[in-house]
């Protein structure tokens, strides 16, 4: 979380992970409880079934390194990714419950990893068996005939528990030890896997999924394949997909794509006569690429293009699995002049390419042909392609099922601010996934601009040029905001004088019938003399037999604090079932002098959509509590605890003449979609009382940090810590009387208003 604290002091807490099975079942023991404030996954709304996918599989310093105290990577690519990993080497590695929360914010499954590698074969065997009990215990009398090792599904029952508990989607499932029963061990191994995956569909629903990465073989031995075959087939059978190695030879995607295409129907699910088997495509089968190269052909990097031309996600079918992608942090963050921009810039070239023709991509060297492999046909990838090229640019979860919002935040940030107002600032910046939203997947690498109206005559224009950029110096809630930049050369034209322009900056699902409401906060940063500037919110569907009808809730701009701005439109259409549209801005300039150069700058603060509620309520915090540490703790005061509730505005009552009349009392409360109010997270304030012992004002408390998913997997608690007191500037915090204020943040983007916010004393 984006709080102050002490660096030195940070450590995952216990139970993040599991280095054995035997921790798992001393974990199991304490029966937990649920993280239910973790987001819930609402799967996206994908039409082409035939294109393949992509996973990321995120291998970031060996796992669980984000420090909340200095500026991390992140991943901000969600709308081209359908499924992401966290991986790290220990036996059970869990998904910190704030990279649950920004996957399932974009609609991406997450999955944990079960890894056994070298020294791993005990617990390999105890998979199978299960726990043993402490007592002596034995068959009453041996079999007559041999049986198979045994298997128990005690293990697969509690991998489940796990990740219902903590909210995340599945296992990738990594058996990188030989397994030395053979044949026996690896039968048992796979039969084992459909006990997994039934239990995690049984408990965490049906998306779960279980991952089989290309490993062990059928006689146990470890033997990478890099592609399906009937050596590490009985595995895919089992599980739900399959990640194969990555260094393969370039014609290995073609001979996987054959093989499983001369497979018997029935063998991948595909035929009524066998049910029990989970049908299987194409699509399931996930090609390993690796960024940081390794025998993976294009040699990584700003080549790993070339390897994804081979896959080919888009005619043969083939899913891709990029493992690694953090390489353009790790590989650049010890060169000079290296900081978070530059990096972002490294990134986002790597992911949607050249924002403008003077960049520069170097592509690295081939490395040299495998035994047996031919070089690649000619032209095949001689020109770096961005990685979303590859993929289907896939909006989040509709807005019914999850309200969407964003503050263009990449989980990091130098600073916090509250209704534009600057709260905290920490030079070596703060990471925080849990506060991650989408940056707007339609501006990267450059702002589409096109004109906007009937009444456009470009003849003799030049459209302007926009550039996107993340600022962390001016904010209006969270660490950052979105700088759109517009620029046009001088124009002669007469028609120079009025320019009306269409910006899209987020892809988003809706269904038709349904009305939303859509809000944007945002700030001119420039003003041009002799020019009006306006700008309006809008939304536009892809598809041009929708109709969208738009109408605006205001008739300008409603001002806000420190220069900003809001608008809000509310939406709906007649396009049948789901339908794919986007959301962008409106700019109209007017000017009297043509032949002056335009040069705009704003900034766009935050985004909201959410639907439009029959019945009216007023989120509120009813309460707070403080409560201390059962055992002494050199620096955990205690901890913060609220509730949540909704009022309802007056209403007029109907005139009830009999109890026959066919009239309800009041306007009826939905009974489907979750009307009741969420938070995103809360801003927690302390303020030291007066020399005379009274209370101050609650303008002059100190910002001491959020609420939020980011490590405890809570959203409506706070740890209050005696380090916090040095930095915040609190002195007596855990000596004397504190008062602490916490402020929530709604799921459609409102601060709460004092008013609606509480209070407690410790």
Known sequence: MPLLGNPDTHSPPKHAYFKSLEELDEWAVTVPPVFDEVLPLHPRVNDNKQHGRLLVCHDYKGGYTESPFALSYTFNFWS???????????????????????????????????????????????????????????????????????????????????????????????????????????????????????????????????????????????????????????????????????????????????????????ITGGTSTHPQVQRKTLQDIYMGVDVWGRGSHGNGGFGAFKAISHIAPSSLGLSVALFGQAWTWESEQDKPGWDWDSWWTYERKLWTGKADSAEEIAVPDMPPLKNGELPCEAGLHDDFT????????????????????????????????????????????????????????????????????????PEGLQIPDAKSQICMDNAWNGGSALRLSLSAPVSRSENAAFRCIWIPVQSLTATMGRVYEASAVLKLETEVSGTDIDVALSVKAYSPTAEIEITPLSSDHENLERGWSTMKIQFSSTQSGNYHLSLGLVITIITDETSEPLALSLLLGQMNVYPCRSTPHIPSLLWADFTRPTSPSSDVIGSLKWELAASFPPFNPP????????????????????????????????????????????????????????????????????????????????????????????????????????????
């Open 80 to 266: 081209s990714c359908d499924t992401f990993i966290y991986f790290s080497h220990h036996r059970v590695t869990v998904p910190p419950p704030g990279w649950i929360s920004a996957s399932h914010r974009q609609g991406v499954k997450i999955l944990g990893t079960l890894i056994f590698e070298g020294g791993g074969e005990q617990d390999c065997l105890r998979l199978l068996v299960g726990k043993l009990p402490k007592s002596r215990t034995g068959p009453v009398s041996q079999p007559n005939t041999p049986v198979s090792l045994p298997i128990s599904p005690h293990y697969a029952r509690l991998l489940a528990d796990l990740a219902r508990q903590r909210g995340f989607d599945g296992y990738l499932l990594n058996f990188e030890c030989p397994l030395v029963g053979g044949m026996e061990q690896t039968r048992a191994l796979a039969a084992w896997i459909t006990l997994l995956q039934a239990e995690l569909k049984m408990k965490v629903g049906s998306h779960a999924e279980t991952m089989w990465y290309d490993s062990v073989i059928i006689n146990g031995k470890l033997a990478w394949q890099d592609r399906l075959n009937c050596l590490n087939l009985p595995f895919f059978q089992s599980s739900s997909s399959l990640f194969s190695n990555y260094t393969w030879r370039n014609n290995y995607p073609s001979l996987t794509a054959q093989y499983f295409l001369s497979l018997d129907p029935s």
């Open 386 to 457: 961005p990685l979303v090229s590859y993929f289907e640019c896939t909006p989040p979860p509709d807005p019914v099922l999850q309200p969407f919002h964003t503050t263009f935040s990449p989980g990091v940030g130098r600073r916090w601010f509250v209704n534009g107002r600057e709260v905290f600032h920490r030079p070596e910046g703060w990471t925080d996934v849990d506060k991650q939203t989408s940056l707007g997947d339609l501006v990267w690498p450059k702002p589409l601009v096109s004109w906007e109206g009937d009444v456009m005559d």
């Open 655 to 762: 005139r009830i003449a009999s109890p026959d009349d066919p009239i309800a009392a009041w306007p009826a409360q939905p009974t489907e979609g979750g009307w009741f109010p969420k938070l995103l997270y809360a801003n927690i304030y302390a303020l030291e009382p007066s020399a005379d012992g009274t209370p101050g004002r609650v303008e002059d408390a100190t910002w001491i940090g959020t609420s939020g998913c980011g490590y405890e997997g809570t959203r409506n608690t706070f740890i209050v810590k005696r380090s916090i007191s040095a930095q915040g500037g609190v002195q007596s915090l855990g000596t004397r009387k504190t008062r602490f204020y916490v402020q929530g943040v709604t799921e459609s983007g409102d601060v709460l208003n004092w008013d609606r916010c509480v209070l407690v004393d410790v």
